[in-house]
């Protein structure tokens, strides 16, 4: 059997094997999902029995499940994901003319005590 969970504002890796054989034991499917997008998504769950026909495995839906998911971004995370994925853009715009800018205006602090009579 094939359990696979799919959704457009999600990013979804499976954590156990999508396709598994069913026995009497307890089989599971396991997921771990991050949303990429807030506001309501839509998240979907197919499972599918897989046939051999002629030789080929062919998947049979046997059901769906279809679940709305109302995802809310925080503004820290929303700030923390700008971050993460602009890093670089950040660096060198903003950091590094500040760090430049500092250490000129302590260069200069350096040669204008350097030149004074503080007696």
Excluded: Y
């Excluded at 457009?8 to 999508?18: D, H, K, S, V």
């Excluded at 971004?73 to 994925?85: A, K």
């Amino acid at each position: 059997m094939e359990a696979r969970l799919t959704g457009l504002g999600f990013r979804i890796q499976a954590l156990t094997p999508e396709t598994q054989a069913v026995s009497s034991a307890n089989t599971e499917w396991k997921w771990e999902i991050q949303p990429t997008m807030s506001g309501p998504q839509t998240v979907h769950l197919t499972l599918s029995l897989l046939l051999d026909i002629e030789g080929e495995r062919v998947p049979h839906t046997i059901r769906t499940f279809d679940r709305t998911v109302m995802i809310q971004v925080t503004w820290p995370q929303r700030l923390s994901g700008f971050l993460g994925q602009n890093w670089q853009w950040l660096w060198t715009a903003i950091l590094l003319p500040l760090v430049a800018w500092l250490w000129g205006k302590r260069n200069t602090r350096k040669k204008d005590g350097s030149g004074r009579d503080h007696g």
